[in-house]
């Protein structure tokens, strides 16, 4: 199959890439730039576990987003959320309230629960569920999920207050 050359930003790392129509930007991310961080669950759509975020902080399927249709995009990765060495918010969230079993499915739903946090900061029960809907952990059953989510706020108010920023 023919390849066409495209360019992509992942982490602000920008890079040209060769791909084919049947490429998606789950295989660019994990075959071609090596951040295995973003996992494949079930390549079809339906677990959740592959989201990263699009450059306005949405949350993507990168299992069924062709790469070739992204051509001169920016996405972040579970790799791209720290910062200066230091863990995000909601990365410490999920381990301060023990929201981690295996793992597996941990880049999905912090970067679903990033997604959502980037949409509403301090998000109500219902958009809680709401958000977190669509990406699927066999171990948790998202009740610690839940309740990193919902004091993401507070840590991320702490770590301001502690560097003296805020968001
Ligand atoms: S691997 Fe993408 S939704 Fe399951
Ligand atoms: S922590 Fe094991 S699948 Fe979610």
């Given at each position: 199959m023919a390849k066409h050359?495209?360019?992509l930003t992942v982490n602000g790392d920008t890079r040209e890439f060769a791909v084919d129509d049947r490429?998606?930007?789950l295989d660019v991310i994990r075959n071609q730039m090596a951040l295995t961080g973003t996992k494949s669950g079930c390549n079809t759509g339906s677990c959740g576990i592959c989201t990263i975020n699009n450059a306005a902080g949405e949350a993507v399927l990168s299992c069924l987003t062709p790469a070739l249709e992204w051509d001169g995009?920016?996405?972040t990765t579970i790799e791209g959320l720290e910062a200066d060495g230091q863990l995000d918010?909601?990365?410490?969230?999920?381990?301060e309230f023990g929201a981690v079993q295996c793992g597996f499915c941990t880049p999905g739903v912090i970067m679903s629960?990033?997604?959502l946090l980037n949409k509403y900061p301090q998000p109500t029960?219902?958009?809680?569920?709401?958000g977190m809907a669509g990406v699927l952990c066999r171990c948790t059953g998202h009740i610690k999920v839940k309740e990193?989510?919902?004091n993401d706020f507070r840590l991320r108010i702490n770590k301001g207050?502690?560097?003296g920023s805020g968001r």
């Open positions: 050359i495209m360019s490429d998606t930007l995009e920016s996405v918010a909601i990365q410490q969230a999920f381990v629960a990033k997604a029960e219902a958009q809680i569920n709401e990193a989510i919902r207050a502690e560097s």
